[in-house]
């Protein structure tokens, strides 16, 4: 089955900086890759997602860069506030098939942004 | 619109007992999945219901099951509690087609005593 590889697993920033969190997954079926940013005690949340047929997605200061080649996806945090400090997931789905609902997770990063 | 709603929010056990948890998905969402997050194996999947069928499944013992009802409410039930159950559970939900957002409840935190 899919299995899905994040690193780092923890990662300490200055605030202003920007954070780099890097996904390779195994299945190259794998064609939906969605981010889940999960504070203490709260619920996973959607903050960005990249589908096979894109190379790249960005919404404000958040990006992701999908190669396909290479089975690796990125999520890119520019100008991080101590607010982006939490656990953030990478995750990859194989829509259709036996595969729906499916999403296999890394293992998580915790991102630290010191002010 | 409302978001997905897990019931309850809490729940302490004792081995060998049976819990069910109760999942309502976003109005219109037809697909609910299931996961289990423990600071060990993170987050995993359990199993996934669409139109009260199970279309997935993850690799958990036949302890845990699932159900899927005509609104789209989805129960999970685990029977014969073990100590290592104690975790957080998860859903999310959808629109089904696999490749759009999943939507996260607030969870149920188990604890088995």
């Known amino acids: 089955g899919e299995n899905v590889e994040q690193h780092p697993s923890t990662l300490s920033v200055q605030e202003g900086d920007s954070a780099v969190i890097k996904c390779t997954y195994s299945?190259?079926?794998?064609?939906?890759f969605p981010w889940y940013k999960q504070e203490l005690g709260k619920r996973p949340q959607l903050i960005i997602d990249?589908?096979?047929?894109?190379g790249e997605k960005k919404d404000q200061r958040i990006a992701v860069t999908l190669n396909k080649t290479a089975k690796h996806f990125s999520l890119h945090i520019t100008e991080t506030q101590p607010e982006d400090s939490a656990v953030y997931f990478c995750a990859a789905s194989i829509a259709g098939g036996t595969s729906y609902g499916k999403l296999t997770f890394g293992q998580g990063t915790i991102l630290t942004v010191h002010p | 619109k409302a978001g997905v709603t897990q019931t309850p929010r809490y729940l302490i056990k004792t081995r060998g007992q049976q819990v069910t948890l109760s999942c309502s998905p976003i109005?219109?969402?037809?697909?609910v999945s299931w996961y289990q997050q423990t600071p060990g194996q993170g987050l995993q999947f359990l199993f996934e219901?669409?139109?009260?069928?199970?279309?997935n499944k993850g690799n958990f013992p036949g302890r845990f099951s699932g159900r899927q009802f005509s609104n789209s409410r989805s129960e999970m039930n685990v029977s014969t509690l073990e100590l290592g159950d104690s975790a957080l559970y998860l859903c999310?939900?959808?629109?089904?087609?696999?490749?759009?957002?999943?939507?996260f409840g607030s969870g149920t935190r188990l604890t088995v005593v």
């Open positions: 999310a939900s959808s629109l089904g087609q696999g490749d759009r957002g999943y939507t």
């Open positions: 990249i589908r096979s047929n894109v």
């Open positions: 219901y669409f139109s009260e069928t199970q279309r």
């Open positions: 109005s219109g969402h037809r697909s």
């Open positions: 299945d190259s079926a794998s064609n939906y």
